[in-house]
């Protein structure tokens, strides 16, 4: 079956995780590996990768999603704010629903991505409050996801939606 990966990343987090599944998935089904872009299309299955902005999926990939028709899709993201498991799913959730009539969803995977220094420095500037605190210990958490346990999660998430 030939499949095709895509991704948006602004800092290089969901890049990481999209170029992670080129050593997981047979190179030789591989149609089209990047940038969201309407080359991926033909392909029967389709690996999405998006980065969250404001709780949902990037404008970007919200745009490609709405030019699938039959595809099966796994759908992969990074978040800033992974502390939680339960928002990680909403996120996902989220996402989901953006999926056309026709589109099979075949799983799912979210981790943390670190953020710019220049969000920590913001944080910093912050008067000192326990939504301060919290924000920078989240901050702290992310820095070096996706990490090698994050890519392995991912490919269990992948093999398990095979
Ligand atoms: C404009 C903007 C909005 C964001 N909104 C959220 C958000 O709502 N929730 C969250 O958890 N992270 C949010 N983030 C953090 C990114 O989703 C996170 O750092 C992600 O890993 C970036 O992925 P990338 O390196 O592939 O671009 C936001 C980042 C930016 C720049």
Redesign the pocket.
């Known amino acids: 079956m030939q499949y095709s990966i895509v991704?948006?990343?602004?800092?290089?987090?969901?890049?990481r995780l999209a170029q992670s599944l080129l050593e997981v998935l047979p190179a030789e089904g591989c149609l089209y590996q990047g940038p969201v872009g309407e080359q991926a299309l033909a392909a029967e299955r389709i690996y999405i990768g998006f980065?969250?902005?404001?709780?949902t999926c990037d404008g970007d990939t919200a745009e490609f999603l709405a030019g699938l028709t039959h595809q099966q899709v796994f759908l992969f993201g990074?978040?800033?704010?992974?502390g939680s498991p339960a928002?990680l799913e909403s996120?996902l959730n989220r996402v989901r629903e953006l999926l056309p009539p026709g589109v099979r969803y075949l799983g799912g995977f979210m981790c943390?991505?670190?953020?710019p220094s220049a969000v920590r420095k913001r944080y910093e500037a912050m008067e000192d409050s326990p939504r301060r605190s919290a924000m920078l210990e989240n901050f702290d958490r992310?820095v070096g996801h996706p990490d090698g346990e994050d890519i392995n999660r991912l490919w269990a998430a992948v093999r398990a939606a095979e």
């Open positions: 991704y948006s990343s602004r800092t290089g987090n969901t890049r980065w969250t902005d404001k709780g990074t978040a800033g704010f992974g928002y996120i943390q991505g670190e953020m992310a």
